[in-house]
């Protein structure tokens, strides 16, 4: 074989590589995005908000085959988490089996997240209650672990509350309620507690509350949870390829 021959099916040989690889690599950024897309529209089904879902390192081309993601991370869209404002959300699911069956459109084998919910985001999801209107600041003192709620100007009137975690729920205590030394109304201190309560009850796939905790810049809460299965989208919001299962591969 000449010189010239050889170099000519070498250089064949690279073209067909470099062809090979940019379409092995077209085809991950493809099945990705779709399998992002997806994923993110199953945990938005769940979560009932917005989300920014990230793979983990395992190509999704091999996903074809067994249909196993080993972590997926997500993060909220920072503008609202149900009925809590501002609240931010970071969550990862572990060993995620997309296989369909008739519980659900798959199952994952563990999660945890970490949510961080600033005073502005309180202060703005009670404000918008009517019966959290008269509540004009709110502020968070991590040497006490409480929240002070300042009603009407001037800081006239205002009560704390302590969120504490029970039996894997946040629950709000509190104390220090008055008005000029005077009690201030009941269904104002229940409302706006009813109203933060429920900010901190939002636990998505199955998890508990483990730990809360309060800075000066507002709330931190930790979650945790074993296997869960994830729920069919609704039938509205399915497109039509991902009838059925997630449709990442479908």
């Given amino acids: 074989m000449t010189q010239p021959k050889r170099s000519r099916l070498t250089t064949i040989a690279v073209i067909v590589i470099a062809a090979l690889v940019a379409v092995l690599v077209g085809a991950e950024v493809y099945v990705r995005n779709r399998a992002t897309t997806c994923l993110a529209q199953s945990f938005e089904s769940e979560l009932g908000t917005g989300v920014d879902v990230d793979l983990s390192w395992k190509p999704v081309l091999l996903q074809l085959l067994d249909r196993q993601v080993p972590s997926v991370s997500f993060d909220s869209d920072d503008t609202a988490f149900g009925p809590a404002q501002q609240m931010q959300v970071h969550a990862e699911v572990q060993d ?82 008055s ?37 000066d810049s507002g709330v931190q809460l930790a979650l945790e949870g074993g296997h869960f299965v994830m729920p069919e989208a609704p039938e509205g919001q399915q497109q039509p390829e991902q009838q059925g299962s997630c449709g990442l591969l479908a």
Avoid at 115 to 135: D, F, K, R, Y
Avoid at 189 to 196: E, M, T, Y
């Fill in 96 to 177: 995620v089996d997309l296989r369909d069956s008739a519980e659900g459109a798959g199952t994952i084998g563990s999660s945890r997240a970490e949510i961080e919910w600033p005073t502005s985001g309180i202060l703005e999801t009670v404000q918008s209650q009517s019966v959290g209107a008269l509540v004009t600041d709110v502020t968070a003192d991590e040497s006490t672990g409480t929240l002070t709620f300042t009603v009407g100007g001037q800081g006239l009137a205002e009560f704390t509350a302590r969120p504490v975690v029970d039996n894997g729920i946040v629950t709000v205590e509190t104390t220090d309620a």
């Fill in 179 to 215: 008005l000029f030394g005077i009690g201030l109304p009941t269904a104002l201190v229940d409302g706006v507690v009813q109203i933060l309560t429920s900010g901190l009850q939002q636990y998505p796939l199955g998890m508990q509350a483990t730990e809360v905790n309060v800075s």
